[in-house]
């Protein structure tokens, strides 16, 4: 007899937060637009799809603050991570899965839950009050109806930037006289074996006419609406990247650290472009970090100028979209209700989060907390030591005040973590005090520990 949870979205938040719901016993109405209504970068209707990259980002739980998001999340039952897992594919030291397996599994789990409604069509405004308990995850593509009736509730901007997308390339059409497979030093992730990831490289000459091409390239045109509208740091396209200098690619996505040419070992590659497997069947690889706004003549005809690309065959050009995310911070409480209509809950990247696991990430803690609203309880923000929790206090208030603040996406890390308090004390190596990158990696590791101990009481409760 409990009352459904109300979940706007079926993408990465809304279907962790159906799960949620549903794994704690309550119903829940999931109201999703797709296939009725497309967004300008999906192209199904299925739940969780993955539009930009096939990668959940490092996978090291004691070295890299999104691999300790993943563990909080799997201790916490996600079902993103559980189907993430499930469907993984080689990818070093990341999680990266085959796009349409995982999101085949997530709807399909969904939608045969006997807990689970699902109401295919717009939702063109606020909810009517009679929902009551409900959760918008509309992530950064809410349809114009939503999102002016979220600005006309709540009298605040809407922040936006741009997000892009990687073209991706058929395997047999790149030439491995040219390119070779290794992950950049020989690192094995989950389900890899340190030969993940196709390598094409570039001399200097090579490099520097690539630059260029990407200076003199043509570039969609965008809107007026558009046009003031900032990117997202960490998924800036690469022509973009070229504008800020010369070498900006080599020390981002086209860095040739960590790399040996077999085809030519005793010389070293002046950049180097990486292909990520895209799919299970391993036909299919993405361009690491080549998210573009370039025009798609531009695209192929530029790529194609990477040794071992000259005859790809591309399975999708680049893209680009608008993002928009709510003033978090200013609108939503602790318990991440909409003050002034706290029947609304909001979770994942209209929140202003970056990144699948962090989106889905918040769609999980929202979940929890409508959950225990639904059964007359309240359940807490997670520790704001681990993971899960500094995320929350990012939206709500993890932020510089004041009248040049500006409150923006950002993806989990160490940063957003409260230092240790005690004192730490650094080992030695080799008999000689630990310095630079082997303390800052002591330390991050100590962070990590933390987090998955202080995260156990929440995820278990």
Known sequence: MTKPVHIIGAGMAGSEAAWQCVSMGVPVVIHEMRPHRMTDAHETGGFAELVCSNSFRSDDKFGNA???????????????????DMTKLPAGGALAVDRNHFSDAVTTILQQHPLVTVDYGEVKG???????????????????????????????????????????????????????????YDKKGPGG???????????KDQYEAFIQALLDAEKTEFKDFEKDTPYFESCLPIEVM??????????????????????????????????????????????????????????????????GLENAVFARLGGIHRNTFINSPKLLNKQLQL??????????QIMGVEGYVESAALGLITGRMAAAQALGHQVGAPPLTTALGALVEHVTGGFMDGPKAKFQPMN???????????????????GKRMRGKAKTRYRKSLLAKRALQDIQGWAAA
Request: charged share 20%; aromatic share 8%.
């Open 66 to 84: 999104v691999g300790v998001l993943h563990e909080e999340m799997r201790m916490a039952n996600s079902l993103i991570m559980g189907m993430g």
């Open 242 to 307: 070229a504008e800020r200098g010369a070498e900006t690619l080599r020390w981002g996505p086209m860095k040739p650290v960590g790399l040996t040419n077999p085809h030519n070992p005793t010389v070293k590659a002046h950049a180097i472009v990486q292909l990520r497997q895209d799919n299970a069947l391993g036909t299919l690889y993405n361009m690491v970090g080549f998210q573009t706004k370039m025009k798609y003549g531009a695209q192929t005809e530029i790529f194609k100028t990477i040794p």
């Open 126 to 184: 606020l909810p009517p009050k009679e929902w009551g308990n409900t959760i918008i995850a509309t992530g950064p593509l809410t349809a114009p109806g939503l999102a002016q009736a979220i600005l006309s509730e709540t009298g605040e901007d809407s922040l936006a930037f741009f997000d892009a997308i990687a073209p991706i390339v058929y395997k047999d059409s790149i030439d491995f006289d040219i390119a070779w497979m290794q992950s950049r």
């Open 339 to 348: 003050k002034s209509r706290p029947d609304l809950r909001f979770a994942g």
């Open 193 to 203: 074996d340190g030969a993940d990831y196709i390598n094409c490289p570039l001399d």
């Open 412 to 430: 989990v890390n160490f940063g957003l973590f409260p230092p240790i308090e005690e004192e730490i004390v650094y080992p030695k190596v080799d």
